[in-house]
């Protein structure tokens, strides 16, 4: 099963913009739109970006996406205290004969 | 509102099967589909497969889950069979939002933690 590949931490104090990459190849990002999920402790995930770059209603604007190649990028900018999580890309990957819908391996935000 | 409700912990022997339901309100249940995903302890997001009118799995649990639904009563099943120690896991239902080919899962379960011991 083929898995995106994020950095395992990022961390920054209140205010600050913090970007996260998501790296994959190009029968996954290369060739399918990307999203993210935020994960706050203890919780389901939620959806925070969907299509590369779309915010689905409620998610603040602080939130965006973009995708380059085989590579996505999440950034929050002015970082708040309860941005502290688990945000994971996800994307389908076409490489099986079976298509698998994979998850990154996860980037963990500390708020400093 | 959307809800999306699972049922409770489950503890399982090795080689037992599990079944989990996942109860959907709020929104017409047929025309959506619904994602199975499921994270061990302290690990990433894995997905497992989706259900509409059709069934599709991933292929790493090709062979062992059923994910099956039951439409009058608006609630989706995932069965995972053959039970490992690996398989201890918080199993979650998601809702494929349907307005992207990216299937943005825009609504989730609370989650059932199924142990294997």
């Known amino acids: 099963q083929s898995v995106l590949t994020q950095p395992p931490s990022a961390s920054g104090t209140p205010g600050q913009r913090v970007t996260m990459s998501c790296s994959g190849s190009?029968?996954?990002?290369?060739?399918?739109?990307v999203n993210w999920y935020q994960q706050l402790p203890g919780a389901a995930p939620k959806l925070l970006i969907h299509t590369n770059n779309k915010r689905p209603s409620g998610v603040p604007d602080r939130f965006s996406g973009s995708k380059s190649g085989t590579s996505a990028s999440l950034a929050i900018s002015g970082l708040q205290s309860e941005d502290e999580a688990d945000y994971y890309c996800?994307?389908?990957?076409?490489?099986?004969?079976?298509?698998?819908?994979?998850f990154g391996t996860g980037t963990k935000v500390t708020v400093l | 509102q959307v809800q999306l409700v699972q049922s409770g912990a489950e503890v399982k022997n090795p080689g037992a099967s599990v079944k989990v339901s996942c109860q959907a309100s709020?929104?017409?249940?047929?025309?959506?589909?619904m994602h199975w995903v499921r994270q061990a302890p302290g690990q990433r997001l894995e997905w497992m497969g989706w259900?509409?009118?059709?069934?599709k799995y991933s292929q790493k649990f090709q062979g062992r889950v059923t994910i099956t639904r039951d439409t009058s009563a608006n609630t989706a099943y995932m069965e995972l069979s053959s039970l490992r120690s690996e398989d201890t896991a918080v199993y979650y239902c998601?809702?494929?939002?349907?307005?992207?080919?990216?299937?943005?899962?825009?609504?989730w379960g609370q989650g059932t933690l199924v142990t294997v011991s």
């Open positions: 996800a994307a389908w990957d076409d490489s099986l004969i079976n298509p698998d819908y994979v």
């Open positions: 190009s029968s996954n990002i290369g060739s399918n739109s």
């Open positions: 259900i509409n009118a059709n069934t």
């Open positions: 998601a809702r494929d939002g349907g307005y992207s080919s990216s299937s943005p899962l825009d609504y």
């Open positions: 709020g929104y017409s249940f047929t025309y959506y589909t």
